[in-house]
């Protein structure tokens, strides 16, 4: 660093991404600062993941008490609302916490404000403290991880009295009836987690399915099963006005239905918190999607930023953004040019039931794979539910490229489905054929044990799809 620099690096936003590059650089030696506007962890941390999280396993006991009966015993439970939500506020400001201890460890010095680029080596930064007060800093390089931010669809009459999922998380009571507008996995994720807490849930999309991008079976699959818990699904709608009444939020929606509502909650997508950063005047470009732009190694238009996480709008995934950081440090700061790879990143969906997925969908695979595609596929009821009369179904799915035989998509939608799926994603990322799934032992009596025992096609395919 030359001496007319306060830093070496200076980091914008505090969450996993942000956290992970400034710790390791200052661990390298280097001198940092981070500067975080809210708290630190970031929305995984304080607003998303963790909480959410928290939240699934809350709501998803009254579906253990049911199980639980026809085995024989005999349940008698209610849910305290607010001791829950003390809870899980003392376990995430622990969590903070450690993230700004850990900071303070490797020596990074973590300034509790926001930061507004004033040019490409000076920020400046308003102190939290109401107070108003600013600093100016000054920086060699500097990395941008603000993340995103709940999109609300301006324009919609009535749209300021609902929610998004971060006021979700605070609600000062468990309302009685909510709708929830979205079809991603944050708004099925939350649906599940109102309608087991015993709130009357609706969920609405303007789509012909819910989590779009996702495998088509998977799609279908889950809407049949979060409906089996419930759930009221309402398709290829979306809300014309919203109305405030002494009684609760109306919805007029498209197809002439109206519903009322304690809450409605908008979950219709996150956008890259960009606003009022001043970008421009630090020359850092955004891309046609309003994301930052970064080339393969991160770095923005201006020489001396860079960008990581869901700010740049790649794959917004918590884990991607840790890998992204590791991989600006390894290329900026030890001479180790380096990117993420998006190929084969598992993900899950805390639905309930729960999804978890690995590499090409079926109709991916179909464009993909030159050759066609084998498709493997099984739905069975849990051995869990055999004494209960329930009807819900697991599905498992393999997508194997014909020609190669390898498995380049799995799909599972049931039970500990994100816990399987991240030991299948070990496969499908070396490449393993079906043959060396099929050699595989089963583990019995279990749910995955599936996964290496499929043997009938459903399909194949020989054309280029």
């Given at each position: 660093?030359?001496?007319?620099?306060?830093?070496?690096?200076?980091?914008?936003?505090?969450?996993?991404?942000?956290?992970?590059?400034?710790?390791?650089?200052?661990?390298?030696?280097?001198?940092?600062?981070?500067?975080?506007?809210?708290?630190?962890?970031?929305?995984?941390?304080?607003?998303?993941?963790?909480?959410?999280?928290?939240?699934?396993?809350?709501?998803?006991?009254?579906?253990?008490?049911?199980?639980?009966?026809?085995?024989?015993?005999?349940?008698?439970?209610?849910?305290?609302?607010?001791?829950?939500?003390?809870?899980?506020?003392?376990?995430?400001?622990?969590?903070?916490?450690?993230?700004?201890?850990?900071?303070?460890?490797?020596?990074?010095?973590?300034?509790?404000?926001?930061?507004?680029?004033?040019?490409?080596?000076?920020?400046?930064?308003?102190?939290?403290?109401?107070?108003?007060?600013?600093?100016?800093?000054?920086?060699?390089?500097?990395?941008?991880?603000?993340?995103?931010?709940?999109?609300?669809?301006?324009?919609?009459?009535?749209?300021?009295?609902?929610?998004?999922?971060?006021?979700?998380?605070?609600?000062?009571?468990?309302?009685?009836?909510?709708?929830?507008?979205?079809?991603?996995?944050?708004?099925?994720?939350?649906?599940?987690?109102?309608?087991?807490?015993?709130?009357?849930?609706?969920?609405?999309?303007?789509?012909?399915?819910?989590?779009?991008?996702?495998?088509?079976?998977?799609?279908?699959?889950?809407a049949g099963e979060i409906e089996k818990r419930g759930i009221k699904?309402?398709?290829?709608?979306?809300?014309?006005?919203?109305?405030?009444?002494?009684?609760?939020?109306?919805?007029?929606?498209?197809?002439?239905?109206?519903?009322?509502?304690?809450?409605?909650?908008?979950?219709?997508?996150?956008?890259p918190h960009v606003k009022d950063l001043g970008l421009e005047k630090?020359?850092?470009?955004?891309?046609?999607?309003?994301?930052?732009?970064?080339?393969?190694?991160?770095?923005?238009?201006?020489?001396?930023?860079?960008?990581?996480?869901?700010?740049?709008?790649?794959?917004?995934?918590?884990?991607?953004?840790?890998?992204?950081?590791?991989?600006?440090?390894?290329?900026?700061?030890?001479?180790?040019?380096?990117?993420?790879?998006?190929?084969?990143?598992?993900?899950?969906?805390?639905?309930?039931?729960?999804?978890?997925?690995?590499?090409?969908?079926?109709?991916?695979?179909?464009?993909?794979?030159?050759?066609?595609?084998?498709?493997?596929?099984?739905?069975?009821?849990?051995?869990?539910?055999?004494?209960?009369?329930?009807?819900?179904?697991?599905?498992?799915?393999?997508?194997?490229?014909?020609?190669?035989?390898?498995?380049?998509?799995?799909?599972?939608?049931?039970?500990?489905?994100?816990?399987?799926?991240?030991?299948?994603?070990?496969?499908?990322?070396?490449?393993?054929?079906?043959?060396?799934?099929?050699?595989?032992?089963?583990?019995?009596?279990?749910?995955?044990?599936?996964?290496?025992?499929?043997?009938?096609?459903?399909?194949?395919?020989?054309?280029?799809?």
């Open positions: 660093m030359t001496d007319s620099y306060d830093y070496d690096l200076f980091v914008i936003g505090a969450g996993s991404g942000g956290v992970r590059a400034a710790r390791l650089t200052a661990l390298g030696g280097k001198k940092v600062a981070i500067a975080e506007e809210y708290r630190v962890g970031g929305t995984c941390v304080i607003r998303g993941c963790v909480p959410k999280k928290f939240m699934v396993m809350a709501s998803d006991f009254a579906h253990q008490f049911h199980t639980a009966e026809g085995y024989g015993w005999t349940v008698e439970a209610s849910f305290d609302w607010p001791k829950f939500l003390q809870a899980k506020d003392v376990e995430i400001a622990r969590l903070s916490g450690i993230y700004a201890a850990n900071l303070g460890k490797a020596g990074v010095d973590l300034v509790n404000g926001r930061a507004v680029f004033k040019d490409a080596h000076t920020v400046e930064v308003t102190h939290r403290d109401g107070t108003g007060e600013t600093r100016t800093i000054t920086a060699e390089k500097i990395l941008i991880a603000t993340g995103g931010r709940p999109w609300m669809p301006e324009g919609l009459e009535g749209i300021e009295h609902c929610i998004s999922s971060e006021e979700a998380f605070h609600l000062p009571e468990l309302p009685k009836r909510i709708m929830i507008a979205g079809g991603g996995y944050i708004a099925v994720e939350f649906a599940g987690i109102f309608a087991g807490l015993g709130v009357e849930t609706t969920l609405i999309y303007r789509g012909p399915n819910i989590l779009r991008g996702f495998d088509d079976d998977v799609r279908a699959h889950l699904v309402i398709l290829g709608c979306q809300h014309q006005k919203i109305e405030k009444t002494e009684t609760g939020l109306v919805s007029h929606l498209e197809n002439g239905m109206v519903l009322e509502h304690d809450v409605i909650m908008f979950a219709t997508g996150r956008v630090a020359g850092v470009s955004l891309n046609d999607k309003g994301a930052i732009e970064v080339d393969t190694l991160s770095k923005t238009s201006a020489d001396n930023i860079w960008a990581i996480g869901d700010v740049t709008d790649r794959m917004n995934l918590t884990p991607v953004a840790i890998r992204e950081a590791v991989a600006f440090h390894e290329t900026v700061y030890r001479n180790n040019p380096s990117h993420f790879d998006y190929e084969a990143v598992a993900t899950a969906v805390f639905s309930q039931p729960p999804v978890g997925v690995v590499g090409l969908s079926e109709s991916e695979a179909r464009h993909t794979c030159s050759a066609g595609v084998d498709v493997y596929v099984t739905r069975f009821r849990p051995m869990k539910y055999a004494f209960t009369g329930s009807d819900e179904r697991v599905l498992m799915k393999l997508v194997v490229d014909a020609a190669s035989q390898k498995v380049v998509g799995v799909h599972i939608v049931g039970p500990e489905a994100p816990e399987m799926i991240q030991l299948a994603a070990i496969a499908v990322k070396a490449g393993l054929t079906k043959a060396q799934w099929d050699a595989t032992c089963a583990v019995h009596p279990t749910m995955a044990e599936e996964l290496v025992t499929l043997k009938e096609k459903q399909s194949q395919d020989t054309s280029a799809g």
